[in-house]
């Protein structure tokens, strides 16, 4: 079965400094990942995702993640955060059949002025 | 344009009430889904249907019925509501299923559902 884990359950960094929110996963056969970004009260809002090609993957908001195949990561980055960057963080990835995502447990990203 | 809307965003009721949440896309997508987000963030697939027809149905009480009348409307009627009932509902979409792993998932905005 495919899980995925984002062992921080809360990252504090500074506006200006580089971000990183952790992602592991496991699956069997080549893996989909997805990152999205939940702001209060509000859905989840699709950032980037990895299917294949280059493992440095470019998304929305100055977002990017890298993957890495031998340490079945792929983590969020971002060079200079904002404090409107701050909100929760769900890593995600695509079942074997292709009908469901596998949510991690969410990371709260605060981003302090 | 909202791509994909779900009504109520919030709904209070009392417990035993029967309540329904209606979600509808705009993007043309031939699959929906209904997560639960529960008091922890957690997310969860309750259901998915692709064309109209059931094909993910997860451990949900059969209180819960999904019901697509067409592939762009994806409602959620919940019968006899509990307590533990309280969480947010998220209505999604996507292209295809199946073969086409690659492709994104679309949210709603959620419904805030509180039983009291």
Redesign the interface.
Known sequence: AQSVAQPEDQVNVAEGNPLTVKCTYSVSGNP?L?W?V?YP??????LL?Y?TGDNLVKGSYGFEAEFNKSQTSFHLKKPSALVSDSA?Y?CAV????????V?G??TRLSVLP | DTA?SQTPKYLVTQMGNDKSIKCEQNLGHD?M?WYKQDS??????MF?Y?NKEL??NETVPNRFSPKSPDKAHLNLHINSLELGDSAVY?C?SSR???????????????S?LTVV
Request: net charge positive.
């Open positions: 989909y997805f999205y939940q009260n509000r859905g989840l809002q699709f995702k299917i929760l769900f695509r079942d074997t059949r292709g009908q469901n995502f949510f447990p969410g | 994909v699959t889904y922890k963030k957690f997310l969860k697939i998915s692709n094909i993910i998220f999604a295809g299923t199946g073969g086409t792993r690659g492709n994104t998932i679309y949210f709603g905005e959620g805030w």
